[in-house]
């Protein structure tokens, strides 16, 4: 799929009986390929898409587009390239906006504001613009090979994990956390949604009690947090380490960073013609979740990304013991390390 073109992306929302079987296919092929090597993991119930297995020291799903099936397969095939760009996240920490920005950012003088109505983030969600390296075994025209430069791919997969390539290609990373217990409540929410259909919704203190285990897809949160954070100290032109809340709190200055980051500085002209400011609009809350809105990634529907898009949801949802043991944890993990703002 070409990010060129928009009508491709926005006719892709609907998927098609033929990437349905085609994806089963390619699940089940590698489902059986790796299954031996599963057997030997650790597995836990997980809280949102079925079981979760370990594999050096995070927890993955299985059978599932992004799955432990799927790094396996990037592990022996992928490709990386040095001018590739990965937008690096757990699950719930802020990942669509966060590839929202980069896309629009990299791409700016590609898609003209002044043609708003078929800017790509005006027609599909973020994650059909920039897709996960996971997901791509599954779509019926991957990105891989696209001639397009830079591209742009997101990841859930804990740094020491990533395929090999990718690091070796010296291209660049960007990463953001998020508080945990913001993420904590914003993956139980969404849980809830993608458990809604079978009714099976989970209860908050389950959630709590999974997560402060470190129990969540590509978790323990705070292994995957602090890897990508040394990542950034030990290679700081190649990894940038960012946090939701400080992107929430300026986020002109965060797009102006990752612009600079990636090699693509606004110029003076485009700050006074109010660039930043039209990417920041463009990819705030309220405009991302009017895209599309009955569409879906994978089968997931956009509008489970966006539900409050705020900093300190928790305080609503958590109660102050879980609160105080998660501080603990945190504080325990991140051993002095100045993290979380
Ligand atoms: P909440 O559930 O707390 O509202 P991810 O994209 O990694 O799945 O993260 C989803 C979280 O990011 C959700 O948090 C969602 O509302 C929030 N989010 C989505 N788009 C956003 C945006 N443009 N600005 C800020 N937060 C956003």
């Keep these: 799929m070409s990010i060129d073109d928009t009508s491709t992306l926005s006719s892709s929302n609907k998927p098609r009986e033929q990437d349905h079987e085609h994806e089963n296919a390619l699940i089940s092929n590698l489902v059986d390929r790796y299954k031996d090597k599963l057997t030997t993991f650790p597995i836990e119930k997980g809280c949102v898409f079925g079981s979760l297995y370990m594999y050096q020291g995070f ?6 587009k992004l799955s432990i099936e799927t790094l396996f397969a990037l592990h022996e095939t992928f490709i990386a390239r040095p001018n590739d760009v990965y937008v690096a996240t757990l699950p719930k920490s802020g990942t669509t906006w966060l590839k929202a920005i980069v896309f629009s950012t990299v791409n700016r003088s590609r898609y003209k504001y002044n043609c708003l109505a078929t800017h790509p983030l005006r027609v599909s969600n973020p994650h059909k613009c920039c897709p996960f390296i996971e997901t791509e075994f599954y779509e019926s025209a991957p990105t ?47 849980s809830d949604k993608v458990r809604e259909q079978s009714g099976d919704l989970m209860k908050i203190n389950d959630a709590f009690e999974l997560f402060s285990k470190g129990v969540m897809p590509y978790g323990p949160y705070w292994d995957h947090v602090k890897e990508y954070n040394s990542a950034s100290l030990e290679r700081p032109t190649k990894v940038l380490f960012l946090t939701y809340e400080n992107m929430k709190k300026d986020t002109a200055n965060g797009v102006k960073r990752i612009a600079e980051f990636l090699g693509y500085p606004f110029t003076d002209e485009e700050v006074d013609q109010g660039s930043i400011e039209e990417i920041v609009k463009l990819c705030s809350f ?56």
């Design 286 to 341: 309220e405009s991302l979740k009017e895209v599309d809105q009955k569409g879906n990634y994978h089968g997931v529907p956009n509008g489970s990304y966006f539900r409050e898009g705020k900093v300190g949801d928790w305080t609503n949802h958590l109660t102050n013991e879980m609160c105080m043991i998660l501080d603990q944890i945190t504080k325990e993990k991140f051993n002095g390390l100045d993290i979380l703002c």
């Design 59 to 64: 927890w993955y799903l299985s059978q599932h």
């Design 144 to 190: 891989y090979n696209d001639t397009h430069s830079p591209r742009i791919f997101g990841t859930h997969t804990p740094y020491t994990s990533l395929p090999r390539s990718i690091i070796d290609s010296g291209c660049r990373i960007i990463y953001m956390c998020r508080n945990p217990k913001d993420v904590l409540v914003s993956l139980f929410h969404f």
